[in-house]
């Protein structure tokens, strides 16, 4: 239930505050006042889509706040909680308050606040679909649809039903998905079978040479080893002598200097304490220095070890991993990546023929499912649909249509849809004995509006719906009609809030909160405002409604009589 609407810079109204509440609460106002800024309020708020015109003229931005009630536990709160947003409990009650906003830029760029945090836009309509259901002129028009009246009649047949209409769903989409993937092996089936060649011809190729991880990498550095190994023995052997020479022509080595160096101080070391570290750091030296030596020696001896015709079997396993990569990289790591699922994609294709035999047998078993459940769904629509009927034909004899009667009509279909096989359509009988006709050519726009209304009375009580919004569909409607239209909206209001914008007082009358949009002008600027209308001053908005005029002797006993009509009559 929405509790109150503040709106700013919306079209003609400068600023206004809608208390609602509980009950029906009607919004009245002349010509051009902005009482449709009401409507396009709450739209915004529901997510619809904001343009730069919403916005007052000379102002940077138009805003919009509503205050709702909802359930501190459920579908709406935990959406405002995923949405990073918060409810905020109500006493110690099971309701909460939910604050949401809206802010329209004049260049039309807009922004939502679900809870007290930004959110998409997108949030504001999911909400919107748990909280209002809005009803304009324009639904007049969609109620002619075939695809909105299996809807109508689909949320009529309840909870059960939806059930049923599930379990179709799923074992629809399952049939659907099963069809598609045999229709897929069966159409490419050439594909497939070249596919499976060619994969076979990787599997070999990369299999004879069998590439390892990191392999590229490895051959480059012994290719490059074997490329440069006269300079690397040249290096070795001379960094060798340096530091231990074998030849015995009376030059000085390394290790020869550190040995002579380290005899010559350990012959004096007695005499002073001080030499003692430089001793150890020349017997620590000397042993590195043979340790490097004996280092040097082991490479020369794998130096000589390599064969001559290494570096072309390197050069030739490089070349060749290089066709790889280029054949099924770009990488060599690419290449063992695409090795290692061609095996399993290769099972998958050489088994196309096995599986084709599965799935020919699936889809049938699923196709027989699916079948069985639209027979299901047909059935109860069909039930529903004799029930809708009557129930709304009883509504139809309340708002002045006596003798009229909706007829409900299921026709199966040959083919499964996602939501049955049936094709809905609402008919009207317009009296006693006449044909039904579909109601685009059966109904005029009042009638429409009663359709409309009766079929929502009949909903509610098996598919309540928290706040609906009616804009002006008593348009066409005049007199005893009005006055049956308002009864049954107050009627509808004893379980949901509504909000009927109106211009007639027959409808007006039978509000519990009756709220005006006021339109003042200065000559250059126009401005409205919204006032809450009781005593006097609604007695007076009520007669200008009937007559015109708002002191108007006879229309204000008029408005006093229909008022007390509605009252006796809630």
């Known amino acids: 239930m929405i509790d109150e609407i503040t709106i700013r810079d919306l079209g003609v109204i400068a600023e206004a505050v809608l208390p609602l509440g509980p009950g029906f609460t009607a919004v009245t106002g002349e010509t051009g006042a902005g009482k449709t800024m009401v409507v396009q309020a709450l739209g915004l708020l529901m997510g619809e889509r904001a343009v730069a015109g919403q916005v007052r003229v000379g102002r940077a931005q138009s805003w919009v706040e509503g205050r709702w009630r909802v359930p501190s536990e459920g579908v709406v709160a935990d959406r405002v909680r995923d949405a990073g947003g918060e409810v905020e409990a109500i006493d110690s009650s099971t309701l909460a308050e939910l604050i949401l906003s809206r802010s329209v830029s004049g260049e039309g760029r807009s922004r939502a606040i679900v809870g007290g945090r930004s959110a998409p836009v997108g949030v ?46 799923d074992a629809f989409h399952a049939w659907q998905a099963l069809r598609l993937e045999l229709d897929t092996l069966v159409t490419q089936r050439e594909v497939r079978i070249r596919e499976a060649e060619s994969l076979r011809i990787a599997v070999t190729e990369i299999e004879a040479l069998a590439p390892l991880a990191g392999e590229e990498e490895s051959l480059a550095e012994r290719a490059s080893r074997l490329t440069n190994l006269e300079d690397l023995r040249l290096a070795a052997a001379s960094a060798r002598e340096a530091v231990s020479s074998d030849e015995l022509d009376g030059r000085a080595d390394t290790v020869g200097l550190l040995d002579s160096a380290l005899r010559q101080l350990e012959r004096v070391q007695a005499h002073d304490a001080a030499l003692l570290p430089i001793v150890e750091s020349l017997a620590s030296a000397s042993f590195l220095v043979a340790e490097i030596s004996t280092q040097l020696s082991s490479y020369l001896a794998e130096l000589d070890t390599d064969g001559g015709t290494e570096l072309d079997e390197v050069q030739d396993r490089r070349a060749a991993l290089s066709v790889l990569a280029r054949k099924y990289g770009p990488t060599l790591d690419d290449v063992i990546v695409f090795f290692e699922g061609a095996g399993p994609r290769l099972i998958e294709l050489d088994n196309d023929s096995d599986r084709i035999e599965e799935l020919t047998d699936a889809v049938a078993d699923a196709l027989g499912l699916a079948e069985t459940l639209a027979a299901d769904v047909s059935e109860a629509r069909a039930e529903a649909a004799g029930r809708l009927s009557a129930l709304v034909s009883d509504e139809l004899a309340a708002l002045a249509m006596g003798g009229s009667q909706l007829v409900v009509e299921v026709l199966p279909g040959t083919e499964l849809t996602s939501t049955g096989r049936d094709t809905v359509h609402f008919l009207l009988a317009s009296h006693a004995g006449a044909e039904p006709r579909p109601l685009g050519r059966g109904a005029s726009g009042g009638e429409l509006s009663r359709i409309m209304l009766a079929i929502e009375v009949v909903l509610a009580a098996t598919d309540p719906v928290p706040t609906f919004v009616f804009d002006e569909v008593d348009a066409g409607v005049g007199g005893a009609s009005a006055i049956e239209i308002g009864r049954r909206l107050a009627q509808l209001a004893r379980g949901s809030q509504v909000i009927v914008v109106t211009h007639l007082a027959q409808v007006a009358a039978f509000a519990t909160n009756h709220l005006s949009v006021v339109k003042d002008s200065d000559g250059a600027v126009t401005e409205s405002s919204v006032r809450q209308l009781t005593g006097e001053h609604r007695v007076a908005e009520m007669a200008r409604l009937l007559s015109g005029l708002p002191d108007s002797e006879s229309g204000l006993a008029h408005a006093r009589e229909l008022i007390q009509l509605a009252a006796d009559g809630r």
């Open 124 to 169: 504001l309509g999911e909400l919107g679909e748990s909280l209002v259901v809005v009803h304009g002129q324009s639904d007049q028009l969609r109620l002619r649809s075939s695809t909105e009246q299996r809807l109508a009649l689909d949320r009529f047949a309840g909870r059960p039903f939806r059930e049923q209409l599930d379990a179709y769903e």
